[in-house]
């Protein structure tokens, strides 16, 4: 019984974690900007509506589209169902599974690139180029900080490493610290957040996610934005399976992950409000720096370790 | 041999404008522009009555600021014959000469690049070379500005050349102005589409549609009314200028400044409305004088609301300002060096974020600048930041000027409301004049004949952005493409002043 109702809170979070997210972000930037701002659901209704609506697709577009679209949604789809909840097991779990939720990032990536190529346009290419240009830096940062991962707690699959990783012991909580900050930083860079990207921009000419989609209407949209929502939503429960502690009860566990991913959430927002974006040719640097500090991170576990 | 030296608002006889050879024209053209002058206009102007169809007089206006006089010298050309072009040597001319070609057919012989400035069916340039990818933005924009046609050369991210394509707002306005002016309409007719002529500088060029009129049938309105223009184009100037800075802060994303200046705008132009019922300050203008006066209740409020107004502006700019992001987003993003602002002949904002000081309220003062001048500020990095921070200093100029002028309001000496104010004057025959307001964007030029029968003959108007286009495309060049957009709102030019 008890494992019915941890399967349906999972999926109830799955399905309404990643737009709530972002109806919170919004909603903190209205605030800061001193407006009343927009429901939090609305991110929901957008999606509704979109679902409504009529896809019309480019005349260059063929079979491409067709397949990767939905790739692009499953595989996301599954990279979340890799990672455990606070102290519940995660849906797929198995050893090496990092390896895999890897690959599925960059499936995801990679069929988002070639469907924003095929519909030819003059900006799809461009935020095509872009993406692949700092998508490069990324990868290994996320290969090295699960590697650390691995040297605190022996274990190759997902699901041990973030739940036996316990962030508040003595001799871990500074690499807790830098792997929580590296994987809050990515939270901005995978879901194309203010200091990287503009979600909010309307200038064709300096997007890199909103290029890509730019083609897209109707219900194609709909699946394109909602894997950029889970995009959002998978680094934001890995930052928040790190600090949670090990040694509550998993109902607690479940409470503190909420809490903690509504406070990223805020902060996300705040950090939308504070920071203006940097410059196009200052991207690489934002990404150096988490890869920069995946590299201390491996510094550091070899002087513990000697 | 000397032209003949104009100076702003002053009538002079149309016989004494001097007549030239085209080859003795522009050699003294050159001499001029080597002896720091500027160029300011160069038109086709009809000054003859009943005239060959072939011959087309031009007319150049070229300016010495720091002396403030302007030098007016015509000649004649056959539009059969190969004009030589100036543009190589001069690149100031380039619009002016492309203008011509597209107007009145004359062939200019060596001009680097005849394109039509209006034609939207024209070709670009194409590169050959199969590195290079061309991106095209508009005519249709995201968000709501005019409609414009940007064609980007790139060599990956960087810009190696900006094309623009203008014309979308061709409306002919100089020419229906013209043609009411010589059907003598009600004056708040023609008002009305003065003030249309560039929607968001209504006041400037009803300010500069009044000067006009006055000039050439030599009225002197009352010098409260002098101050009352005066602080209704500042307070546009205050009001436009924090929308742009909005615009920046906004395309950097940076949303709270962004929010914060659009409110204090619609503070601004909310006490445009409260005062003549318009936002943007239409409807007021009259000749000799103001459709309004104000009262003491107008000038309380409108000094409270200032005060708020500068508090709450030197706030918010600081804050943007000195935020180290926003200045290693801004600073040396674009740069337009000053070389380039001068010989390409920049007004306004960009000639002044590049080190120029060029603005028509000192260097021809007309007006209550007269008494209470504005001394253009400068910068000389020519970047975002430059032209971003000179409408921060700008802002604090008017509202100094206008409050400096609220204390010492002059009294009305002679009450003229009992005049007919929307009635056009009789003017002086066969003369000319020359009229430079300064609107937001810059210097706003016009050039009037009138003929012996008192009527107006021709009338040229040259909007800022004429000139600064070519600044955008040239300060695009070599920086990345995706600082276009921050890049346009840091110039932000006017497209229907430029199409006319």
Known sequence: MKEFIYFLLKIILIIFSPPLMIGIINRVKAIWAGKYGQSILQPFYDIIKLLRKKTIRSNTSSFVTTFALPLQFVSNLIALLLIPFGKIKPFISFEGDFFFFIGLLGLSTFCQIIMAME????????????????????????????????????????????????????????????????????????????????????????????AMILDLSGKDLAIAIYSGYLRIFIFSLITSN????????????????????????????????????????????????????????????????? | MEWCTAQNQVIRSRNEIPYRELNEFQKEISDYLDRNFRLIAFDVINL?????????????????????????????????????????????????????????????????????????????????????????????????IEPGHFRFTCEGEKVLSLEISLGYQKRGVKQLLLKYLKEKQPLTKIFALAESIVGDSSVAYAHLFSIIIESLANIFPDKRDLAIRGIFSEMERIAMHIADLSAIANDVAYLSTSAFLQALRTQIINNLLAICGSRFGRNFFGIGTNRLDFDADTIENMRKNLIDVRNSFINICDDFFSNAMIIARLENTSIFTKEYAKILGQVGISAKASGLPIDARSNHPYGIYRNFPIYPYTLKNGDVYSRAFIRYIEVQQSIKFILEVLDYFPVKEKNDFDKPILKMPELMKDSFCINIVEGFRGEIASFVTTDSKKDILDIIIVDPSVHNWYGLSVAMRNSAISDFPVTNKSFNLSYCGNDM
């Not at chain 1, 194309?192 to 503009?198: A, E, H, L």
């Not at chain 1, 607690?252 to 992950?257: D, R």
């Not at chain 2, 590169?127 to 061309?134: D, F, G, M, R």
Request: no cysteine; net charge negative; charged share 20%.
């Open chain 1, 119 to 210: 519909s030819a346009g003059s900006f799809q290419g461009m935020g095509a180029s872009r993406e692949i240009n700092f998508s490069i830096f990324i990868e290994p940062a996320i290969i090295l900080l699960f590697s650390s991962m691995i040297f605190y707690t022996k274990s190759y699959s997902m699901n041990k490493m973030l739940m036996e990783f316990g962030f508040l012991s003595l001799e871990k909580i500074m690499v807790g610290v830098i792997l929580g900050i590296s994987f809050f930083l990515l939270i901005l860079i995978e879901g194309k957040r203010i200091p990287i990207d503009d979600p909010a921009t309307h200038l064709e000419l300096t997007m890199i996610h909103e």
């Open chain 2, 48 to 144: 003859k009555e009943n005239e060959d169809k072939n011959i087309r007089n031009l007319i150049a206006i070229l300016s010495n600021d720091d002396h403030s006089n302007l030098k007016v010298a015509t000649t004649e050309i056959d539009i059969r014959e190969k004009v030589p072009s100036l543009s190589l040597k001069y690149p100031s001319f380039a619009i002016f000469e492309r203008i011509l070609a597209e107007e009145h057919g004359i062939d200019f012989k060596e001009h680097p690049y005849l394109k039509p400035m209006r034609d939207i069916n024209f070709p670009f340039i194409y590169p050959l070379s199969k590195e290079l990818h061309q991106v095209g933005v508009g005519p249709v924009h995201a968000g709501i």
């Open chain 1, 242 to 306: 790190i600090f949670i502690p090990t040694f509550i009860s998993t109902n607690l566990s479940i409470l503190f992950l909420i809490l903690i991913i509504m406070f990223i959430s805020i902060v996300v927002g705040a950090i939308e409000s504070l920071f203006p974006r940097v410059r196009m040719n200052h991207i690489p640097d934002f990404m150096l720096l988490v890869l920069s500090l995946s590299v201390i991170i491996i510094a550091l576990m070899f002087t513990m370790n000697t």
